[in-house]
């Protein structure tokens, strides 16, 4: 049992179920509602979502995996108590497990890719393992570089629903295309819903990297990694994230204004509640945080507001 825990632990599994619950989330609260009325949804469909979404979670296993993997050194200043690899789970079999999820998740989304022609996802598949890889070997320890990398595979969870049901050819399986349901406004709806959670999930996931590199700067200073508060200091870099934070709390801003026009108050109440006034809570706190633990707590407050920013989706589902 204590096993089972550490592998867990290993995969990140809240993690992997947050990735699992924002891909069907955006499926059925922001593709679903644009089908044009009478139009039927094939079971077929349902089937590859959950391919892809099975792809994109093993993937994202495979990265924590391997980030672990490399990261044993680091972790064993950072945080000695919460390690696995090594302690429980033999190096080897921490690699096996990579390879593993990393192989299935690729398979998986080159099999979508064969039967839609969209191949798009799978060589996007495949671009992730690679970039997650050289993220944990070589990009993690560059200037900004890994944080950027981080999050754009962030804001991929969502975009890559969209290009989903974006590539089908029609003539491939009669009746199954989804996009043959939509209208042009429609389908130009549902990409700027998709770029709009997408951008959000890009600057949040940004401001927490940066934080995390605050919070881990002892370990990665003594190993040589060349993070933003090992090379700029803690100052500049809490006055990076605070800037980025400001932007998304106005862009949000704005966002409610129009939501307000359209008599969306539920939502514009939510959204202030549950998402801007505890981005607001951060900002404050980033500038009286100092210790290691201080900005833990940062980093685990950004992640709820990531989750509350994804379950607004299902206001898009009941105003549709």
């Known amino acids: ?40 949804v094939m079971s077929d469909e349902f089937i590859l979502l959950s391919l892809l979404v099975a792809s994109s979670v093993c993937i994202a296993a495979g990265g924590y995996v391997i980030n672990d993997y490399f990261d044993l050194n680091i972790d064993q200043v950072n945080k000695p108590g919460r390690m696995v690899i090594a302690k429980l789970i033999h190096r080897r079999w921490a690699i096996i497990w990579h390879w593993l999820f990393s192989t ?16 798009l996802i799978g060589f996007a ?5 690679l970039l997650l890889w050289f993220y944990s070997t070589t990009f993690k320890k560059k200037f900004l570089v890994g944080n950027v990398i981080i999050a754009m595979l962030t804001a991929w969870v969502v975009l890559v629903v ?6 089908f050819p029609a003539n491939l399986i009669p009746g199954w295309r989804i996009v ?3 209208d042009e406004y429609m389908l130009r709806r549902t990409a700027r819903l998709a770029f709009l959670y997408g951008g959000f999930a890009f600057i949040i996931s940004l401001v927490r990297e940066v934080v995390k590199d605050i919070e881990d700067m002892e370990g990665d200073s003594r190993y040589g990694c060349k993070t933003m508060p090992v090379v ?7 006055v990076f994230a605070a800037v980025w934070l400001i932007v998304l709390i ?27 006034l505890p981005l607001v809570l951060i900002l404050r706190n980033l500038y009286t945080a100092n210790t290691a633990a201080d900005f833990h707590r940062l980093s685990s407050a950004i992640k709820f ?9 299902f206001f898009f589902k009941l105003y549709s």
């Open 1 to 40: 049992m204590k096993l089972i825990a550490a592998f867990f632990r290993l995969i990140r599994f809240p993690n992997l179920i947050f990735i699992a619950i924002t891909q069907y989330l955006f499926y059925y609260c922001m593709v679903l509602p644009q089908i044009k009325p009478g139009s039927q």
């Open 104 to 119: 299935a998740g690729v398979v998986m989304g080159f099999y979508i890719s064969f039967v839609t022609g969209n191949w």
């Open 125 to 129: 598949n495949l671009g992730c393992v």
């Open 162 to 167: 969209y290009f989903f049901i974006d590539q």
């Open 180 to 182: 043959q349901h939509f």
């Open 232 to 238: 700029w200091g803690v100052p500049v870099s809490k």
């Open 250 to 276: 106005c862009a949000l801003a704005v966002i409610q204004f129009y939501a307000l026009r359209l008599g969306w108050w539920p939502s514009v109440i939510y959204c202030l509640l549950l998402v801007i």
């Open 305 to 313: 507001v990531m989750l509350t920013g994804i379950l607004s989706m």
